[in-house]
């Protein structure tokens, strides 16, 4: 393992209660409130040191490689404009999924050249707006190519293009997070290669200039990063020997996982299900060393695009507790917090820790174990399953933690819930960076 620090302490509890860089979570609801907002839970509270943090780690562990590198932030974790220009600041170029977050990155300023427009079904528009822009765009498939080149022609531009290979490995990650593998709609898998490659070969519009692939999301061997940079690597010589001079880049994509279990006590207390944590989890730098390892003296230029592990450990949801309610075989605690939030654990069986965020109140604070569920009229609303934790009392102040990545952008007006606050903390200062939404946001599509 490298040695940096990589989980730095910008949640923390002191005294029981719980800190966001220099603020008591607990003030953040009067913060709130003194703005005329009247829902103030739940809210997704992030920390700016944190992201820092992520991001200087990749950074750091770059800046020492004899090579051309570029670390892209991938939006699609979490688009918030707040956050995405922390991003930019620090150095940050893109990997984006869609039109409407190109056209974001463009109205926020990015360096369109350094940017990678992804997609295993991109629409014509989309297209057109990353070869208008010259941003590299990501070939999928051998109707991307033809949609591509149909692009070109009409345009009379040339497309600066990266390959996206399906390299058939398998990340050992939830299905649903598997990307890289036969059996996955992303990426050209090898059977399919040479028509792909023939195709690109036939138009001087399409200029080839690397090859990309993304295995899948929460990887947690370093092992698995290796076997993807080898597989790259034979792809890159083979391909720059029939001919494709441009050739330059390898786009390893993201995937790096993080520990969500990092704020679970270790215990021997036979109640409590999480017991071991897996320390093991690779570091940026650890990544970035088995890839350099892997290039060599290539002269190969790298990009890298992680968004979980620069945006994960950033944010918090602040949910208030609705009450607790005693049944057999479980007992709840039900939150104002739900899946239209955080739908990981839904969605992926995913584990988010959950604590108090202040000291319970409650009369009878004894431990036992709960589900945490939230208020949506559905039986997968929930956000914790078997939590071991004191009994809190009405409206106590509650942390979901982990929830930086895939949350927030995630989230959805289910039950016609509004989409929370989010709240963006540096040192002291907090700053409104969405406001939460109102009825009259939910209902502006519609004609009523
Ligand atoms: C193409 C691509 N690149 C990068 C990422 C970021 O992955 P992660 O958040 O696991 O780092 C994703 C997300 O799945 C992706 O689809």
Redo the contacts with the bound molecule.
């Keep these: 393992m490298a040695e940096e620090n990589y989980f730095s302490n910008s949640f923390e509890y002191k005294n029981g209660i719980l800190f966001c860089e220099n603020v008591a979570l607990e003030e953040v609801k009067t913060w709130l409130k003194n703005r005329g907002i009247k829902r103030v839970t739940p809210a997704f509270i992030y920390s700016k040191s944190q992201v820092e943090t992520n991001v200087l780690l990749y950074k750091n562990a770059l800046r020492h490689l004899e090579r051309k590198t570029t670390l892209n932030y ?1 939006l ?2 979490n688009m918030n404009p707040g956050l995405v220009r922390i991003m930019k600041t620090l150095g940050c170029s893109l ?1 984006l ?1 869609s039109g409407f977050e190109l056209e974001l990155a463009l109205k926020l300023g990015f360096t369109p050249e350094r940017i990678v427009l ?1 997609g295993n079904g991109k629409e014509t528009w989309e297209i057109e707006l990353a070869v208008n822009n010259d941003c590299l765009l990501n070939i999928d498939s051998l109707f991307n190519v033809k949609q591509t080149i149909g692009v070109c022609r009409r345009l009379h531009r040339k497309a600066r293009v990266l390959l996206r290979i399906n390299p058939d490995i398998d990340p050992m990650v939830h299905q649903y ?1 598997c ?1 890289g593998k036969n059996g996955s709609k992303f990426g050209v898998q090898e059977k399919y290669f040479d028509d792909v490659i023939r195709e690109i070969k036939s138009e001087p519009l399409i200029q080839l200039v690397g090859i990309h692939c ?1 295995l ?4 947690t061997s370093i092992a698995i990063f290796r076997e993807s940079a080898d597989v790259m690597l034979q792809i890159y010589r083979k391909l720059k020997h029939e001919g494709f001079e441009h050739m330059e880049y390898i786009n390893l ?4 996982g993080i520990d969500y279990t990092k704020h679970v006590a270790v215990t021997t207390d036979p109640k409590i299900l999480v017991k071991e944590r897996p320390i093991d989890i690779p570091t940026p730098a650890d990544l970035v060393k088995v890839v350099d390892e892997v290039f060599g003296d290539e002269n190969i230029s790298l990009i890298l ?5 620069l945006i994960g450990n950033a944010g918090i949801l602040l949910t208030s507790v609705l009450g607790v309610k005693h049944g057999e075989p479980k007992s709840y605690i039900v939150v104002d917090g739900s899946m239209t939030e955080v739908i990981r654990p839904a969605l992926y069986s995913a584990y988010h820790h959950i604590d108090l965020a202040v000291p319970s109140q409650a009369d009878d604070k004894h431990k036992m174990l709960y589900d945490v569920v939230g208020p949506v009229c559905e039986s997968g609303d929930f956000l914790g399953k078997d939590r071991y934790m004191s009994a809190p009392h009405e409206g106590c102040l509650m942390a979901v933690f982990d929830v930086g ?2 949350c927030a952008c995630m989230g959805s007006n289910y039950n016609m819930r509004a989409r929370p606050a989010e709240v963006l903390i540096s040192g002291d200062k907090l700053e409104l960076i969405r406001r939460p939404e109102t009825l009259d946001d939910i209902l502006a599509p519609y004609d009523i």
């Design positions: 991938a699609k974790a990997t999924v992804n997070n990307t993304h899948g999301s929460t990887i994509g993201g995937g790096l695009e992680p968004g979980r592990s990545a895939y």
